[in-house]
């Protein structure tokens, strides 16, 4: 028998990742020409051997497996039998072999091209061909599930960081709005940690400009749309001014197509199709005026002693998309808000919501309804009992999408 050395966690790969030498244990060795007797003597002074590496010449030939070798010199007469013969008798002359250097995500694919008897028998470690260890499918699982759980760590740190961002990116809007109306709120709810939906809101002298967008996807994907539909819109108030939510639309429209390359042509094929709904929308002090543009987002406005709201939907078109069309030019509608009116703006994270008994979205009927109840409150206390009427609705079901909501009561100026 021969013993062989290893060392512990040494950094065999580049830049010290985790390898086959780390998983790789020291452990004892029969030489070709042993025999089963002398499997059977070390199999009993080492119980904590699963298999024992057959070598010639220090290089690993095979790998003897102890349940089958116990399990077949138990039969009868075959102690008699086999005792005196060479241990190849019950050897896997196809083991799996690995040179210490290879890396885990390597070694993984190997395990499972060999299939279970490597994560029962083990693998043999060799460096530079001579036989280093062995190690075993546990620990092979249990670093990968360690290195998974490592790498989860790091992308949630660093999409928690890309949330910090993003709503730093809000902050903004929001400060201007509490510092701009007094009976104001909005509303950001991600469905993951960073979200698709984005708002916008600036004062200016003579009235106030205001955007909710529910942009493609969710989570980082969705994040990454967020920045920039908003970097086309920040670029188109610079160019047009806030007073032309239409306008805008169409220049965020036509932005969003060029960035991401989603236009129609003979020989173009478009890497993505994504793009954004949104409201744009102006509001005249003076005239005490809201200049409406939507793009498959609506509008619900409750003017005073109205007993429902007035609804004005967005019109088909998407902004951005493959078939959204670059000249395409949304309509302007204006609505008439005298003070104490009732704005409400929201993205389809809120109607289509699964819950209920009957496992439906939660709609727009009943969150126009749920702010009916509550005219009288405050802008946030609307919210607030929408956000609580969502979740009760909700339930046990999965949260479907981001969430934005707008709310405003217009004040005399």
Known sequence: ???????????????GHRCAGDLCHEMPTIDVSGTNSMVMDVFSSRRDMTSLAVVEDDRPIGLINRNIFLSQMSKPFHRELYDKKSCIAFMDKEPLIVDAGMSIEELTFKTVEFGEKALADGFIV???GRFAGLGNGLQLMSAVASMQAEKNRQIMQSIEY??????????VSREALASTLQDAALVWQPRDVVGG?????????????GAVADCTGHGVPGAFMTLIASSALSKALEQLGPRDPAALLSAVNRSVKGLLGQVHGVDETPESDDGLDAAFFWFDKQRH???FAGARIAVHVLPPGAEKFESVAGQRMGVGYVDSHADYTWTEVRIELPPGSLLFITTDGLTDQIGGPRKIGFGKRRACEAILAHRGASAH????QLKQALAQWQGSQARRDDVTLFCARIQEH
């Open 162 to 171: 890309a949330s910090v961002i993003q709503r730093a990116m809000l902050r």
């Open 289 to 291: 005026e809201l200049r």
């Open 381 to 384: 206390a609307i919210c607030e």
């Open 1 to 15: 028998m021969h013993a062989a050395f290893t060392h512990f966690r040494r950094p065999d790969t580049p830049g």
């Open 197 to 209: 939906d984005f708002y916008h809101f600036a004062p200016h002298a003579d009235g106030w400009f």
């Open 126 to 128: 060799t460096r530079d």
